[in-house]
């Protein structure tokens, strides 16, 4: 069996979320063997995270370089090619930096590459079997992956639940010097901040959430009535964004803000994966739409197929009159 | 700027009416319309408003058969110069990384200074393009949503979370996939097809391109198995009855959940 | 001391004798208009061209009914009674006014006297009367003379100018009969007498105690004022908005006599060499055709299409008034009376916005308003056909017509699911529809096209046309799945290719089925099988269907269970205003006995558009209001508390309108069919 490492994404010092759901991912492909964590990165805040990881991880491999300072994927591409032995098992979770990173770090480590996966089996022999999705999240498949020369695996956001697991005692292995000279022909500039709206959705225990079933414009107010009614706030999905009904700053997803709201009521919302990435948290995830096969009633706690449109209103009036 | 734009014929799935064909191992294809993948289509209007800017020519190319000429030639009605069909039978079966190869092979035959491709495709792996710059060492950059053209580099904007965006320098040749409302694509109709109707799509294979066993099943390291319906699970408990049955069910859920005060 | 009143001929004007003078003024003054006239033809010649020049007979008809009958005048009572009245005054004094010119050369010291004298005077003070109420109406300003900041400085000034420069020609005209009758009156000489009253008559009652000198003199200077006063709004009137006193009788004369279609891509270009044609639809002032151009110097400023418009009077950036105008001005600018021409300049972007010109629902208020028959849905077609050509589409329309082409229908939904709504069990129980599928033959056809098909509301309608229909034994059948929208909509966001390649399909899909008639619930769909179409059966709208039964007898309406309720009809824009269709609905309702019904305040022609239909639905403009929202609150000022109408889009912005303005409860919106059901049932 390959070695498995769990490259870890960080900010300011503290690892992401994410990391605990790798380590989830490695223990489905090996129950035997505790991954590897990667941490790139620089200075202090570097080895704090080092630092974080050693409860979860048997150990840790710090790749330290002031190029990485700021995480360049690129960089971290070719920092990782040159301390990785060939033929590991690399686990990186499928968000901005994941997919920028790891499809190119699959071809220099001449690896198969699994992205975006939901489930993991145990290899049996070379063949690793994978559980992918296809069509908006409309159809599942099952995947094969020659792992010979090893494999690169993206792991969707939420897809592995963290186990408990009891401290591993981790130990911090510096790999620094493996990296040498990085150079590459994109160089990061700045973050630009995302404007923010006049409401920060992320404060609200009550999301009233609306896709693209709320049809146009005009309609918004339907659900901003109810979200008054609640005492929450009105969010939304990409497609809304899209089409300028709502300012970015309202839109819950991947590429959009992260919330944890106590509940959530997904109105004439499909259910994209990465919408749903952007919530967080477990809340109770009401679900209505006019479709009854929609993907988003997977994941709901209470569903009614209905058309938001007629349903919202006459929430809202129920509940006033309370 | 000479850019060459990777697009993909797929099917609509708009309407969430993908189910599985009745042998199980396929999707059920036939009532399915496709089209190029908006994201390409994106990726195409970002070109042709480059080389509107500051001239060049924009080529697309598709790797596939017969059936994908009609997305090339509905980018070319948009204001691609040319098309260009990578297509053999030896292609079958092949992996992101086998698409990658071929695509490789063609960007090898040309002078290209800039490859566009979408961010991702129906298969949702967003990977073709990263492979690609890193067959070709050319520098890469995913989910772009802005272009600024410098001298021999571009400045350009990533879509990260939150909405912020990650503002970058990246030198050319280089590869990028492109998010989708990076800008407005223009309409293109049946006229405009029919005008291009004539134009001749070249057709590359295996040979042509020089691509030996790159591609294909053989060289394949990713295989689909199967598909299957997402299993239930518990799902969703879904509330029955009357309008106001359910809306009475829903407030009590909403109370005992902390979303009604 | 002289003994007679000298003609203007044979005085002298400051050492010029008056025949000498006179030539000259007569003669370079025709000529000046001569020139500024073939300048401004210039670029009509080269329009685009426009076969105006057949049914010569018809043509004459509405020339009668609309020039010389100013049939659309009193729609605005007021303003129309003064236009009138001087109108009549300007076609009396033709003759009069030719005379008057004609003497400061031939020598006789006045015009004709008898019968015509008279009543010439007697027109020409009636002008002067109009000419001053028209001057205080103007500057009391009636609202829809307002012009806009955005469209630059009003046009108060040169509009009083112009209005005091005829007074003046006619106050100059009176003098002059008026000295020659003083003049002789006071040697004593015969002279006729003046019609009383008249301008002319006051006129000579005020120089009674002038000198005979002064009264030679004003009897010549008025003669010179007139002539030059005459000359100069001639070749003046070519620049503004009076133009319209000499292409009025054109611009109606070769007015569309074709309702309810659009004109093709190119005259003389028939469908199957369209693809030769290398631009598509106006982009350039010179791609309009030569009438469209002669409807821009037609357009009399008096915003009464504006005042009609609804998308202008919800705010959207569309105002046809201004939309002709500013053409005008663009020609004026860009072919110049002095200077070279130069076309070339893009209209979109220069002159008109993109979105001034999605805004048109295409109801054609402004073309069932305007007196001088100026015709705006072709120019707005054209121009939209020019952005399609150009790809540039709004992104919101772009997905309803990428649907449209792949799957016939503009909310992407499956070709397989569109007879869905003729298969729900409750339905088919009670009601039996035949789906053709392309199979099946039809002797009544229900064309049911795409909203009626797909909307899960309006599906409804489908649903109570097919029972009203069966109830009273017609067999009928539903292309299926083989029916594709009727593209009437398409061709009127100027994508005309998707338009041709819809109407093939359909053409064959109805000829296929051998349907002896085909009977719909959709005005749009309506209009474009009777108008776009070619070689149809013979197509019926439900309401003139259910009417026609009525009259005969074969209907039994039952009476209203609950007549508390006020009923108001709102007319579809294509069926009533495109298709004159506006007492059958109401001979309908009216026959439902119980049925209180009022009228609104904008009905029948004057209906008030509810929004738009078809594509309209996908295109989201900028505006202060829903036309909707408007309408609604019409039926309620009017008593109503449910509004009837009879078209599914009307009936989804209703519905729509409803809710935004907070109506639920206060009103409800019910199709005819949907009410005629319920009372056949």
């Given at each position: 069996m390959a070695r498995i490492f769990a490259y870890i994404v960080h900010k300011g010092g503290v690892a992401d979320d994410s990391a605990a759901e790798l380590a989830a991912a490695a223990g489905k492909i090996d129950s035997a063997q505790t991954p590897t964590a990667v941490v790139a990165g620089w200075g202090p805040n570097c080895d704090a995270v080092c630092d974080s990881l050693r409860t979860r991880f048997a150990e840790v491999w710090r790749i330290a370089h002031e190029s990485?300072?700021?995480?360049?994927?690129?960089?971290?591409?070719?920092?990782?090619?040159?301390?990785?032995?060939?033929?590991?098992?690399?686990?990186?979770?499928?968000?901005?930096?994941?997919?920028?990173?790891?499809?190119?770090?699959?071809?220099?480590?001449?690896?198969?590459?699994?992205?975006?996966?939901?489930?993991?089996?145990?290899?049996?022999?070379?063949?690793?079997?994978?559980?992918?999705?296809?069509?908006?999240?409309?159809?599942?498949?099952?995947?094969?992956?020659?792992?010979?020369?090893?494999?690169?695996?993206?792991?969707?956001?939420?897809?592995?639940?963290?186990?408990?697991?009891?401290?591993a005692g981790g130990v911090i292995v510096d790999q620094s010097a493996g990296v040498g000279q990085l150079t590459s022909g994109r160089r990061y500039l700045e973050t630009i901040a995302a404007e923010t709206g006049d409401v920060d959705i992320t404060r609200y225990p009550v999301l009233v959430s609306i896709g693209r079933g709320i049809e146009e414009r005009e309609n918004v107010a339907i659900a901003q009535d109810?979200?008054?009614?609640?005492?929450?706030?009105?969010?939304?999905?990409?497609?809304?964004?899209?089409?300028?009904?709502?300012?970015?700053?309202?839109?819950?997803?991947?590429?959009?803000?992260?919330?944890?709201?106590k509940v959530y009521l997904a109105c004439g919302i499909s259910g994209s994966f990465q919408h749903l990435a952007g919530i967080k948290g477990s809340p109770f995830i009401v679900a209505i739409n006019k479709n009854p096969n929609a993907p988003i009633f997977r994941v709901a706690d209470v569903g009614i197929a209905a058309d938001i449109l007629e349903f919202l209103p006459e929430l809202t009036a129920r509940i006033r009159e309370r | 700027?000479?850019?060459?734009?990777?697009?993909?014929?797929?099917?609509?799935?708009s309407e969430d009416d993908i189910e599985l064909n009745e042998a199980g191992d396929d999707i059920a294809r036939d009532g399915l319309v496709y089209s190029v993948n908006e994201p390409d289509n994106y990726a195409v209007e970002e070109a042709l408003n480059i080389v509107e800017r500051d001239g060049g020519t924009v080529t697309v190319v598709t790797v596939g058969g017969d059936e994908d000429e009609e997305i090339l030639r509905r980018e070319m009605a948009m204001g691609a110069k040319s098309g260009v069909l990578l297509s053999d039978d030896a292609f079958a079966g092949s992996d992101g990384r086998g698409i990658a190869a071929i695509l490789a092979a063609f960007v090898k035959k040309g002078h290209?200074?800039?490859?566009?491709?979408?961010?991702?495709?129906?298969?949702?792996?967003?990977?073709?393009?990263?492979?690609?710059a890193a067959l070709l060492d050319y520098p890469f950059a995913s989910l772009v949503n802005s272009i600024e053209i410098l001298h021999g580099k571009l400045k350009i904007g990533r879509e990260i979370e939150g909405g912020n965006k990650e503002m970058n320098e990246i030198d050319l040749p280089c590869v990028l996939s492109i998010q989708t409302g990076i800008n407005e694509p223009r309409y293109v109709g049946m006229r405009g097809i029919r005008q291009v109707a004539s134009l001749p799509i070249p057709t590359l294979g295996a040979a042509d391109l020089g691509v030996n066993g790159d591609a294909g099943a053989n060289a394949a390291k990713v295989r689909r198995a199967d598909y299957f319906m997402p299993p239930l699970g518990k799902g969703a408990e879904m509330l029955e009855g009357s309008t106001e049955g359910i809306v009475d069910s829903l407030i009590e859920l909403l109370k005992a959940k902390g979303g009604l005060n | 001391m002289a003994t007679t009143i000298q003609s203007p001929a044979e005085a002298t004007f400051w050492f010029i004798q008056g025949r000498i003078l006179f030539w000259i003024v007569n003669l370079l003054g025709s000529a000046c208009f001569a020139y500024i006239l073939a300048k401004r033809m210039r670029p009509l010649l080269r329009g685009q061209r426009d076969p105006r020049f057949d049914r010569p007979l018809i043509r004459l008809g509405r020339l009668l009914q609309f020039w010389f009958g100013q049939w659309r005048h009193p729609r605005y009572l007021g303003a129309g009674i003064v236009h009138i009245l001087f109108f009549a005054g300007f076609l009396v004094l033709v003759v009069h006014t030719i005379e008057l010119l004609a003497l400061g050369t031939s020598g006789s010291p006045v015009a004709a006297g008898g019968l015509y004298g008279a009543i010439s005077d007697y027109a020409a003070t009636v002008v002067f009367l109009c000419m001053i109420v028209a001057m205080v109406r103007r500057l009391l300003h009636p609202a829809r003379y307002a012009v806009p900041a955005r469209y630059g400085r009003a046009h108060t000034a040169d509009a009083i100018f112009l209005l005091a420069l005829i007074a003046v020609l006619m106050a100059a005209d009176s003098l002059f009969e008026a000295g020659y009758a003083a003049g002789h009156w006071q040697r004593h000489l015969p002279?006729?007498?003046?019609?009383?009253?008249?301008l002319p008559w006051m006129l000579q009652g005020a120089l009674a105690r002038a000198s005979f000198a002064l009264v030679a003199n004003l009897y010549l200077g008025a003669y010179l004022a007139h002539e030059l006063a005459f000359f100069f709004l001639l070749c003046y009137r070519p620049f503004g908005i009076q133009f319209h006193v000499e292409t009025s009788l054109f611009s109606v004369y070769f007015a569309n006599l074709d309702r309810g279609t659009v004109k093709p891509v190119r005259w003389g270009v028939p469908d199957a060499r369209l693809d030769e044609v290398k631009s598509f639809g106006v982009k350039t002032f010179e791609d309009f055709t030569w009438k469209h151009m002669l409807d821009f110097?037609?357009?009399?400023?008096?915003?009464?299409?504006?005042?009609?418009?609804?998308?202008?009077?919800?705010?959207?950036?569309?105002?046809?008034?201004?939309?002709?105008?500013?053409?005008?001005?663009?020609?004026?600018?860009?072919?110049?009376?002095?200077?070279?021409?130069?076309?070339?300049d893009r209209l979109i972007g220069g002159i008109y916005s993109e979105d001034e010109i999605w805004s048109c629902t295409t109801c054609g208020a402004c073309e069932a308003e305007c007196p001088l028959l100026v015709e705006y849905i072709d120019k707005i077609v054209d121009l939209r056909r020019g952005m399609v050509d150009d790809g540039n589409v709004p992104q919101s329309l772009q997905k309803a017509l990428q649907s449209l082409e792949s799957r016939g229908n503009p909310f992407g939904k499956a070709e397989k699911k569109r007879a869905d709504w003729a298969r729900a069990k409750d339905f088919v129980q009670t009601c039996s529809v035949r789906i053709a599928n392309g199979n099946a033959p039809a002797d009544t056809l229900y064309f049911v096209d795409s909203i009626t098909s797909y909307d899960d509301r309006i599906q409804s309608i489908g649903r109570a046309t097919a029972k009203i229909l069966n109830r009273s034994g017609e067999n009928i059948s539903i292309l299926g799945t083989v029916e594709k929208d009727s593209g009437h909509d398409v061709r009127r966001f100027g994508e005309e290719t998707l338009f041709m390649a819809l109407r093939e399909h359909n053409t064959a899909a109805i000829h296929a089925s051998g349907a002896q008639r085909v009977v719909t619930s959709d005005p749009h769909a309506y209009n474009a099988l009777k108008h776009d179409y070619r070689n149809m059966p013979p197509v019926e709208h439900i309401s003139e269907w259910i009417a026609r039964k009525v009259r005969a007898g074969g209907m039994k309406l039952h009476a209203l269970e609950n007549d508390g309720d006020v009923y108001a009809y709102h007319d579809p824009c294509y069926l009533g205003r495109h298709n004159g269709i506006y007492d059958a609905?109401?001979?309908?309702?009216?026959?439902?006995?119980?049925?209180?019904?009022?009228?609104?305040?904008?009905?029948?022609?004057?209906?008030?558009?509810?929004?738009?239909?078809?594509?309209?639905?996908?295109?989201?403009?900028?505006?202060?209001?829903?036309?909707g929202v408007k309408r609604v609150q019409m039926a309620a000022e009017a008593g109503a508390n449910v509004i009837v109408t009879?078209?599914?889009?009307?009936?989804?912005?209703?519905?729509?309108?409803?809710?935004?303005?907070?109506?639920?409860?206060?009103?409800?919106?019910?199709?005819?069919?949907?009410?005629?059901?319920?009372?056949?049932?």
């Open positions: 990485l300072a700021y995480p360049n994927p690129e960089l971290v591409r070719k920092a990782l090619v040159r301390v990785l032995p060939a033929g590991s098992i690399v686990l990186i979770p499928h968000t901005h930096f994941g997919t920028d990173l790891a499809p190119g770090l699959s071809i220099k480590m001449n690896a198969a590459y699994a992205p975006d996966v939901l489930d993991i089996e145990s290899p049996r022999g070379t063949m690793l079997r994978v559980v992918r999705q296809e069509y908006g999240g409309q159809v599942n498949a099952h995947f094969c992956c020659d792992v010979s020369t090893g494999v690169v695996i993206t792991i969707r956001p939420g897809a592995f639940k963290p186990a408990e697991t009891a401290p109810l979200a008054d009614a609640l005492g929450g706030a009105v969010s939304c999905s990409r497609p809304v964004v899209d089409a300028k009904w709502m300012e970015k700053s309202r839109q819950v997803g991947s590429s959009g803000q992260t919330v944890k709201p | 700027m000479e850019i060459l734009v990777c697009a993909r014929r797929v099917p609509d799935t290209y200074n800039l490859i566009l491709t979408g961010v991702q495709a129906e298969d949702g792996a967003a990977q073709v393009g990263g492979m690609l | 002279a006729a007498p003046l019609p009383v009253f008249s110097y037609s357009c009399a400023d008096c915003g009464r299409c504006s005042d009609q418009c609804p998308a202008n009077t919800v705010g959207r950036p569309l105002s046809p008034r201004f939309l002709t105008i500013k053409a005008r001005d663009y020609s004026f600018q860009h072919f110049p009376v002095w200077g070279s021409a130069h076309n070339g609905p109401r001979e309908v309702l009216d026959a439902i006995p119980g049925l209180r019904r009022v009228e609104m305040r904008r009905s029948r022609d004057r209906s008030f558009c509810c929004g738009g239909g078809g594509l309209a639905l996908f295109y989201e403009p900028k505006e202060d209001q829903r036309m009879a078209c599914p889009f009307c009936m989804v912005n209703m519905e729509d309108a409803i809710k935004v303005a907070g109506m639920e409860g206060k009103m409800t919106a019910i199709d005819l069919t949907e009410l005629v059901e319920k009372q056949t049932r």
